[in-house]
């Protein structure tokens, strides 16, 4: 495996993330976006870059995560308590360990050699999918290999979100009508 990134989100809401309670760890999980039935990935430790956003999609902070023990969880829950915890809503991240057959992730980023355009091309991909530039037509290149993860909501450990209640409450409605 010859990439610098392994596998990436975009975009997921920082309401929906579980981030623990007493006696239960918090988790920061996703699916794969082309097999949307797969388990959830933990991606808690994983390492990379990340990007926070406020409510209108603008770029607040641009973060590294794994260097030492401070993976992405850990990051992410430090800026829900510094200055910029009012600030962002949402995150983009880019992991460089990628997940094994067995869902979980690897020990840690592979040693080897990347060829300069390889690298030079994930640069490009991570600028672009984090700042959406207008004039970039084409999204970033990453390469077949890179893997999309789309967020995953633990209704079990978040409870129902507010669209799942107000449509179970319109059900409600219409059958005593």
Do not use: C
Not at 115 to 143: C, D, M, T, V, W
Not at 146 to 168: C, F, I, T, W
């Amino acid at each position: 495996m010859s990439m610098l990134i392994h596998n990436y989100g975009l975009f997921w809401r920082r309401k929906d993330v579980f981030w623990g309670r007493p006696k239960k760890t918090g988790h920061l999980k996703g699916i794969l976006a082309q097999e949307t039935t797969s388990i959830p990935v933990n991606f808690r430790e994983q390492a990379g870059v990340y990007i926070l956003y406020d409510d209108s999609f603008r770029l607040v902070y641009v973060g590294q995560a794994g260097a030492g023990n401070q993976y992405l969880f850990s990051r992410l829950k430090q800026h829900k308590k510094d200055s910029l915890a009012d600030r962002w809503t949402r995150l983009s991240w880019f992991g460089i360990r990628w997940v094994r057959k067995n869902g979980k992730l690897s020990a840690g980023a592979a040693q080897q050699s990347i060829k300069a355009a390889q690298i030079l091309n994930h640069i490009e991909a991570i600028l672009i999918s984090a700042a959406e530039p207008p004039h970039n037509r084409q999204g970033g290149r990453f390469g077949n290999e890179v893997e999309q993860y789309l967020q995953y909501r633990d209704e079990n450990a978040l409870g129902p979100d507010a669209e799942s209640m107000l449509k179970h409450l319109w059900k409600q409605a219409k059958l005593h009508q």
